[in-house]
């Protein structure tokens, strides 16, 4: 039985122009960076084109990359950089009240309630809270992806949990209420 490549090996091999290597790491990582991107932007359709953009950076910046580092972490930090670029524009060029973004309607009531609770978290606890919760990394890594100590990140993380059960308390407690038979 053949083990898969690691990451990093996949992304020495892409260092050497080897385009089926990384071909590789974006069929395993594209999916959860586009959900990642998702929940941190908030729209799939920007999520999509981000993620997309940031497997090109990459691609570009292939040389660059130290084998010693995780190229997960390294993948992250650079479509996080992207999308905070991408969401300082937006702000710049709202949009108009009767504007429709083609994106289907969220069907949970409780699933729009958290999308909005998380959107309104500060930046790094939002990105803290979905890079431990959503995409499963440790608070080391994503302390590496944050550019923080773990401990900050631990923190954080903390803060937007209780930041978050503060706000979805009324919702949760109102559903509650209702469901009882």
């Known amino acids: ?44 359709t920007l999520a999509e084109d981000l993620a997309q953009e940031s497997f090109v950076r990459l691609w570009e910046a292939r040389a660059r990359f130290e084998t010693r580092r995780k190229f997960r972490v390294w993948l992250y930090v650079a479509a996080k950089n992207l999308a905070l670029n991408a969401l300082k524009a937006r702000q710049t060029q709202a949009l108009p009240d009767n504007y429709e973004s083609g994106e289907p309607p969220r069907t949970s009531l409780l699933g729009e309630a958290v999308a909005e609770a998380l959107q309104a978290l500060p930046e790094p606890q939002r990105l803290v809270l979905v890079l431990t919760v959503y995409e499963q990394f440790s608070h080391k890594e994503a302390a590496e992806a944050l550019g923080c100590t773990e401990v900050s990140a631990r923190v954080l993380a903390f803060r937007a949990r209780q930041a978050l059960k503060k706000r979805l308390a009324p919702l949760l407690e109102g559903e509650y209420e209702t469901e009882s038979i």
Do not use: I
């Open 1 to 44: 039985m053949q083990q898969e490549a690691s990451d990093e090996a996949l992304m020495e091999r892409a260092q050497s122009g080897d385009r089926e290597a990384f071909a590789t790491l974006y069929v395993r990582h594209r999916p959860a960076l586009a959900a990642f991107l998702t929940r941190f932007t908030g729209s799939a």
